[in-house]
């Protein structure tokens, strides 16, 4: 299996990557997390080889702490080979605790610049356009959006554009109007449904990077992750990022937690060679 990813053809980063969502925050409504904890994590990220971290200006606690914040305390000056995405699009008003609503087209380059001072960059890696709310994708118009956001690309603020939480028609919409390196949709081995759109970005070398790879609200119960691990002497949480990463060599793991021995034991996961036993299973 190979461990690395072009991503947009000219980015190379390792296929286990971070999710940085969780680092402010466990849970929706919970406590901010401790952050020297976070900034430990982040370190060791880096140290285990995490070249691709997954962030938003919109992660963070009311109470003020951030995961852009918390990525440039921890990180900043960067490793040269770092590559941060982010997302735009959602919208979160003050006091909210998560997103609630949609920027409109000229509220996009306000929300790159932010995330650009926050990271402390002068250019983004990837930018994700995302759409839509919390309920699945439809297919409403993002083209006014992403043209936006390719203009920025043209200015250079940005290199490579993603978008995420969309439905096959929504990323050929994107995709008229400039090039997409990566997709990032909720998907984890336990319910893959997405297929389509996972043999397009197959087939045009497009980056597949789901959120929620562990379920998003608790590690799911699935008879056939459950064997894969008791055959591995893994846990469930490895033997569902393994599954992932030996579904297509165009999947990229982003598993976010607050926690470091979840770290430790997240990561392990790119060492776990799954058997073709194991596959014909998943793709059952
Ligand atoms: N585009 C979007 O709409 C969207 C939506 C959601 C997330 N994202 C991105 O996708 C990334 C991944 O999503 P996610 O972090 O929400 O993934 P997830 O599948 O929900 O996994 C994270 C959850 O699993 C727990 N966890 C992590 N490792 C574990 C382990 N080894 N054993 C048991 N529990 C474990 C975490 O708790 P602990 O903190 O206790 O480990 C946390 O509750 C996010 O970090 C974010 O960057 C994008």
Request: include cysteine; charged fraction near 25%; proline fraction near 7%.
């Amino acid at each position: 299996m190979t461990r690395h990813f072009d991503l947009g053809g000219d980015l190379r980063i390792n296929r286990m990557g971070f999710g940085a969502m969780r680092l402010p925050v466990s849970s929706l409504h919970g406590p901010a997390n401790d952050r020297d904890t976070g900034l430990k994590i982040l370190h060791r990220a880096v140290e285990l080889g995490v070249d691709h971290i997954d962030t938003a200006a919109f992660y963070y606690h009311q109470d003020g702490l951030a995961a852009n914040e918390m990525i440039r305390a921890a990180l900043s000056p960067y490793p040269s080979d770092l590559v941060i995405a982010t997302k735009v699009g959602p919208y979160r008003g003050e006091g909210d605790s998560h997103p609630t609503g949609q920027l409109r087209a000229a509220q996009l380059r306000a929300e790159v610049e932010r995330n650009l001072t926050e990271l402390g960059r002068d250019h983004l890696d990837l930018v994700y356009l995302r759409p839509g709310g919390i309920e699945d994708p439809d297919d409403e118009p993002v083209g006014e959006r992403f043209a936006v956001l390719a203009g920025l690309r043209e200015e250079g603020l940005i290199r490579h554009l993603g978008v995420s939480h969309v439905s096959p028609a929504q990323l050929e919409e994107a995709r008229r109007i400039a090039p997409v390196a990566a997709v990032q949709n909720r998907f984890d081995v336990t319910q893959p449904q997405d297929t389509e759109l996972l043999a397009v970005c197959e087939r045009e070398g497009i980056a597949y990077v789901p959120y929620f790879p562990l379920g998003g609200f608790g590690v799911p119960d699935d008879a056939r992750v459950n064997a894969i691990a008791a055959r591995h002497g893994a846990t469930v949480p490895q033997a569902l990022l393994a599954g992932l990463l030996a579904l297509s060599p165009v999947m990229l793991a982003i598993p976010g937690t607050g926690s470091p021995s979840h770290l430790e034991e997240n990561m392990a996961a790119a060492d776990l060679a799954l058997t073709p036993q194991d596959l014909a299973e998943l793709r059952t």
